[in-house]
């Protein structure tokens, strides 16, 4: 993820299919300092679609109160 944001990648959308063991693992590699913002998704399989999302940001994101949504400060 960190050659990701290397190479100017903003943010990452990430759908996991794991174990909840792997899932931990990722969340403990995340750095705020050196990646981009990530969204993952929850998906359920009674409806067949992703129903919700968790935006974690990066270090100088910030949160649109009008909007609630993360933005880069310019």
């Known amino acids: 993820m960190a050659l990701l944001k290397n ?3 903003k943010k990452v959308h990430l759908a996991l299919a794991a174990s909840p ?3 931990i693992r990722l969340g ?3 750095d ?3 990646l981009p913002e ?6 359920d399989r009674s409806s067949n679609r992703y129903t ?6 990066s270090i100088g994101t910030q949160i649109d109160p009008k909007k609630g949504k ?3 400060p310019n």
Do not use: M, P
């Not at 990530?38 to 998906?43: K, S």
């Not at 919700?52 to 940001?57: D, K, L, S």
């Open 28 to 30: 403990r590699h995340f």
């Open 38 to 43: 990530v969204t993952v998704y929850q998906f």
């Open 21 to 23: 063991s792997i899932c």
């Open 32 to 34: 705020q300092r050196n």
């Open 52 to 57: 919700w999302g968790v935006e974690i940001a």
């Open 70 to 72: 993360l933005v880069q």
């Open 7 to 9: 190479r100017g990648v």
